[in-house]
């Protein structure tokens, strides 16, 4: 009973299901008793029955399950909820169950892991396993009777949980400073606030004379500028004329005429009037002869040796 923790006066439950041997479970009662004196008390509940009994949150200071000797006991996630909540803050829960040393798909029985999981979502801190060891042959053979599972990886495992120091659902208040603090922004003078401030009677004021924002503008400034003067200072610039890449000012359209009256007077001018009609009304010199015919003045690329035998 040292390993459990247990002195004079405090309240303790002892847990126990058809699996539990009734001589071991009397042997139990009667150590705990001695232990805990005319002061503490012992409970004696049925695993199936503890959801029924309603016992007051914060009845235990100790809770046993599964610990008598022989027992193959099985702990739900109900069952363990409900121990949390009757035990007193900063008790312990003890308990024992037969864990597979596998993970086996839709087992009842859970592994070590899981089984200290099921511990700590219940409420519990401080979760850890005390002792491991293989069940003994008449503990397998009662997994088997009253578990109805049969299995040879099977171990005994020992674990025990704490309930924190503060009861479910407690609440504090939270000492917060009341003192204002300052928002790190400079004072502002009030002779300078004063100064900057303009009322709606200052406005009905005679003596504030309001400017006219038309009267800011020259006769200069209505005039319509001209095109050359919103061109940058380097647009057409240097020995070759050129563009800038988003010309706004003009100049690539006026490049682009330029560039075509070039391409109009360097076409050859035909002396009869008569090249666009085809070979058999070109003359025997004509530039254009061997060439389709085309429509009047439309734009005919020569080769340089055709100009040359012309």
């Known amino acids: 009973m040292a390993d459990f923790g247990i002195s004079a006066g405090q309240f303790v439950a002892v847990v126990w299901d058809k699996s539990s041997p009734t001589e071991a479970l009397k042997d139990l009662v009667d150590k705990l008793q001695a232990l805990t004196g005319d002061e503490g008390r012992v409970s004696v509940e049925n695993i199936n029955q503890l959801l029924q009994s309603a016992h ?65 979502l219940s409420g519990l801190v401080e979760v850890k396993e005390l002792q491991r060891k293989f069940l003994s042959p008449e503990e397998i053979q009662s997994v088997r009777e009253h578990l109805g599972y049969h299995s040879d990886s099977l171990l005994s495992v020992q674990i025990t949980g704490k309930k924190p120091n503060f009861e479910v659902g407690s609440s504090s208040q939270l000492k917060l400073s009341t003192t204002k603090k300052s928002s790190g922004k400079p004072a502002v003078d009030p002779a300078a606030a004063k100064l900057w401030t303009l009322s709606a009677n200052d406005m009905e004021d005679e003596s504030v004379d309001l400017i006219d924002s038309d009267e800011l503008l020259d006769p200069e400034d209505m005039k319509k500028p001209d095109p050359a003067s919103l061109r940058a200072a380097s647009c057409g610039e240097g ?43 070109r003359c025997a010199s004509c530039p254009y002869l061997g060439m389709p015919a085309f429509r009047p003045g439309e734009k005919v690329l020569l080769s340089d040796s055709s100009l040359n035998d012309a």
């Open 239 to 281: 020995k070759k004329r050129k563009a800038c890449k988003n010309c706004t000012c003009g100049l690539a359209e006026e490049l682009e005429k330029e560039k075509f009256r070039d391409q109009r007077s360097s076409q050859p001018k035909s002396a009869c009037g008569n090249c666009y009609l085809g070979d058999a009304f």
């Open 56 to 120: 007051k949150e914060s009845s235990f200071d100790i809770i046993l399950s599964g610990i008598i000797p022989g027992s193959t006991t099985l702990h739900s996630a109900e069952i363990l909820a409900e121990m949390a909540r009757i035990l007193r803050p900063s008790g312990c829960l003890f308990l024992k169950e037969p864990v597979e040393t596998a993970v086996v798909n839709n087992s009842k029985v859970k592994t070590a892991s899981k089984l200290c999981s099921a511990l700590t």
